[in-house]
């Protein structure tokens, strides 16, 4: 039980439509990053926000964006959907210093499912 | 850019036998490595990670790694598997240069049998 808890665990949406994942840190963690697991492949990273500000960036279109709020949850929104967003989302929280250490505690993930 | 590298997508073993998981990546400039667990179901659980000092890294569940800087591989091994080890398994690296991520293997699904 690492403390870090997404939702939905899983949605099925339509391509064109937007969705929202959420993710709540572990307790005394500032930062969160999410990755996109496709099947049969490994985590890639989305982006990463610290103290509510995009902090970093992996190979994503503006269409994937997100939010960190003042108790350091965070939102995922993807809109415009297409079938190959179809994945399991990660979250990963941790402090700052924690990303390049590895000491990164990740939820369960939301399987989206895009038709 | 950095990239790692498993060649193996699956590896069936039999319960009590050894094992080796490869990993491979791409440079050795400044980087740190890690080996994540993911059961079905469930995020990743970091393994073990190598950020300096010995090669020879241990970790929880009996996994041990070993960081190889002229071969640029950091290979896992347990000498006697159990069913419960039975799970997905990952290798990744941070590059102390672009410390805002992790960059993950394709990963390697271990299957024990009895």
């Known amino acids: 039980e690492t403390g870090v808890t997404q939702s939905p665990t899983h949605l099925i949406k339509t391509r064109g439509q937007q969705v929202t994942l959420r993710c709540s840190s572990q307790?005394?963690?500032?930062?969160v990053s999410w990755y996109q697991q496709a099947l049969g492949q490994g985590p890639q990273f989305i982006f990463q926000y610290y103290r509510e500000e995009e902090n970093g960036r992996g190979n994503f279109p503006p269409r994937f964006s997100g939010l960190q709020f003042p108790n350091y949850s965070s939102e995922l929104n993807v809109n415009a959907l297409e079938l190959d967003d179809s994945a399991l989302y990660l979250c990963a929280s941790s402090l700052i210093a924690g990303v390049s250490t590895g000491e990164l505690f990740f939820g369960e993930g939301s399987r989206l499912t895009v038709l | 850019a950095q990239s790692v590298t498993q060649l193996d997508s699956q590896v069936p073993v039999f319960e009590e036998a050894p094992v080796e998981l490869r990993c491979n990546y791409s440079s050795s400039v400044s980087v740190y490595l890690f080996w994540y667990v993911q059961y079905p179901n469930q995020g990743l659980q970091l393994l073990l990670k190598?950020?300096?000092?010995?090669?020879l890294v241990k970790g929880i569940n009996g996994f041990e790694a070993e960081f190889n800087k002229s071969q640029t591989s950091f290979h896992l091994r347990k000498p006697s598997v159990h069913i419960s080890d039975t799970a997905e398994y990952f290798c990744?690296?941070?590059?102390?240069?672009?410390?805002?991520?992790?960059?993950f293997g394709t990963g390697t699904r271990l299957q024990v049998f009895p």
């Open positions: 990744a690296v941070s590059d102390l240069r672009d410390t805002d991520k992790l960059i």
């Open positions: 190598y950020l300096s000092g010995s090669t």
């Open positions: 307790s005394g963690h500032n930062t």
